[in-house]
């Protein structure tokens, strides 16, 4: 049904590389070279979660200047799993929860090894469990977390994806395009789906990889375009919307593809990883909300010191 047109990956040990050429930025058509600035200027995916070497030549600064708004609320969106798989960003690991509020998350390196420091306010017996069958731990950590505009979010993925359309695919999406540069623009009509996966929380992989699968069969009803954004324990999928081929394609639907990846190991090597089945959101609104997810769940074995960690959406 979908063929990969695209796919490009940042792990540890890349070499920088670089998409594009600094002739004309794909979004606002700048030609004059004195727009785009240095090489490194404009990264592929977001530095916040991880990129250190893949960048995109054809964006201008001014562009890449307005983007950062939608790359800033797609890191608040997901900033629990940020922190709890010690994702390094520009300035470290991201923090959730502001100081002094009723739950926090900070990671920290402490003579070589991580450690995440809690907090969480409420009732000690709804917080804390213990199965007598199995003898497992359950800790339960409610996370404030940050405020995101969905829109943006969703911009911020949607824009990824165009980043690495091929050149030729580009005047199918110039709907998309145009609505980057207007921060209240929807790209298209019906709802901005955002399929939203996970798999393990913490130590999450230093991975990131993005692959664009396009519709074999033009008269069929599935989106043209799909783009998928794996970063560490979580993927994302979004419908890119054609401005000609997805006119047919019914709006109501599920972004519903099951997604494996083989993540490098600190010390080297690679294991493989099942995401979850995945969740669907909608990311239409303009109105600031909290981020999804509204607590954590910890199942630990004390006997053998393994646990798990079990994201709860927020109702």
């Known amino acids: ?26 979004y606002c058509g700048v030609t004059d070279l004195s727009a785009f600035g240095k090489r490194t200027n404009a990264h592929t995916f977001p ?23 939608y790359e800033d609320a797609l ?24 100081s002094g509020s009723k739950s926090t998350m900070r990671h920290a390196i402490l003579e070589g090894k991580r450690q995440l420091s809690i907090k969480a306010e409420g009732d000690a017996n709804r ?14 950590m409610p ?17 990824i994806g165009l980043s690495m359309l091929p050149f030729e695919e580009l005047p199918r999406f110039k709907g998309a395009i145009d609505s980057l540069a207007d921060r209240n623009a929807k790209p298209h009509g019906g709802p901005l789906q955002v399929g939203f ?21 033009i008269g069929s009803r599935s989106p043209y375009m799909i783009f998928l954004l794996m970063a560490g324990s979580v993927c994302f999928q979004v419908w890119l919307h054609s401005d000609d081929l997805d006119a047919h394609v019914p709006e109501a639907g599920r972004l519903g593809f099951r997604c494996e990846a083989q993540l490098p190991k600190p010390e080297g090597g690679y294991f493989p990883i099942t995401y979850s089945d995945p969740l669907q ?17 910890l199942t630990f074995n004390p006997q053998t010191t393994e646990g798990s960690f079990e994201p709860i959406p927020r109702r």
């Open 281 to 297: 959101f909608d990311w239409s609104d303009m109105a600031p909300r909290l981020q999804p997810f509204e607590a954590f769940e």
């Open 1 to 26: 049904m979908y063929e990969r047109i695209a796919q490009e990956m940042v792990e540890p040990g890349s070499v920088r590389r670089f998409l594009g050429e600094r002739t004309r930025c794909r």
């Open 143 to 159: 996370v404030e977390g940050d405020v995101f505009v969905p829109l943006y979010a969703y911009k911020a993925l949607m824009k």
């Open 197 to 217: 996966s996970y798999a393990f929380v913490g130590n999450a992989p230093p991975a990131l990889a993005g692959t664009l699968l396009r519709r074999r069969d």
């Open 75 to 98: 890191c608040k969106a997901v900033g629990p799993f940020l922190t709890l798989g010690g994702v390094r960003g520009r300035t470290g690991v991201r923090k959730t929860g502001l």
């Open 47 to 69: 530095a916040a979660l991880g990129n250190r070497t893949l960048f995109s030549l054809d964006e201008c600064r001014a562009c890449n200047g307005e983007f950062s708004v």
């Open 127 to 140: 917080l804390v469990g213990i199965n007598e069958a199995t003898g497992l731990i359950k800790l339960t």
